[in-house]
């Protein structure tokens, strides 16, 4: 069936450095993988997203790669802050249904 | 302009009884789909309703159910409770851009089944 696997589950980092956060889907037919941010006891926010017809998209600090060919994307984040701290899930979809990876808690350590 | 709303925000029910979660989406969207997100796990797809018709099925009981009112709002429904359902349920409102369903999630309701 659709899988999405992330890795890793936990990261901790200093802050200024940064973090890499890696996902393979295997329905080839995805063709949109948004990443989300949660907070302690908060809803899933979108983050960034991109889909299957572009490789890379920045954002600022945030940056998502795609290799279509290999089913893996990325999710960059450059100087990280201790407000970036949460879990970050990345997602696969095909006409509407999201596939959610597991979860990467990201700890930034001031 | 109001995001994704959702009701209850917390509720407590015991195994056995019947629960209805509901959810209003953003205005002018027309889409609405359910997730369940068990604690320390990713969100898991439930359902999706678009003009008031179901267009897609997790892999979920008949236990659960859905529906999608004139107005776009949302309700899903829980008969049976078991343990296993605690969980925050996530309603998610979505406008398709270029090709894609962009979901915003609103704030969930977190069941707790005793």
């Known amino acids: 069936g659709e899988n999405v696997e992330q890795h890793p589950s936990t990261l901790s980092v200093q802050e200024g450095d940064s973090a890499v956060i890696k996902c393979t889907y295997s329905?080839?037919?995805?063709?949109?993988f948004p990443w989300y941010k949660q907070e302690l006891g908060k809803r899933p926010q979108l983050i960034i997203d991109i889909r299957s017809n572009v490789g890379e998209k920045k954002d600022q600090r945030i940056a998502v790669t795609l290799n279509k060919t290999a089913k893996h994307f990325s999710l960059h984040i450059t100087e990280t802050q201790p407000e970036d701290s949460a879990v970050y899930f990345c997602?696969?979809?095909?006409?509407?249904?999201?596939?959610f990876g597991s979860g990467t808690r990201l700890l930034v350590r001031p | 302009d109001a995001g994704v709303t959702q009701s209850p925000t917390h509720l407590i029910k015991t195994r056995g009884q019947q629960v209805t979660l509901r959810c209003s989406p953003i205005s002018g969207h027309k889409s609405v789909s359910w997730y369940q997100q068990v604690l320390g796990q990713g969100p898991q797809f439930i359902f999706q309703?678009?003009?008031?018709?179901?267009?897609g099925r997790g892999n979920f009981p008949d236990r659960f159910s859905a529906r999608q009112f004139p107005n776009y709002s949302s309700e899903l429904n829980v008969n049976a409770l078991l343990l296993g359902d605690s969980a925050l349920y996530l309603c998610?409102?979505?406008?398709?851009?270029?090709?894609?369903?962009?979901?915003?999630f609103g704030a969930g309701s977190r069941l707790t089944v005793l």
């Open positions: 309703y678009y003009e008031k018709e179901e267009r």
């Open positions: 329905d080839s037919a995805s063709n949109y």
């Open positions: 998610a409102s979505s406008s398709w851009s270029s090709g894609a369903n962009v979901l915003t």
């Open positions: 997602a696969a979809s095909n006409i509407g249904k999201l596939i």
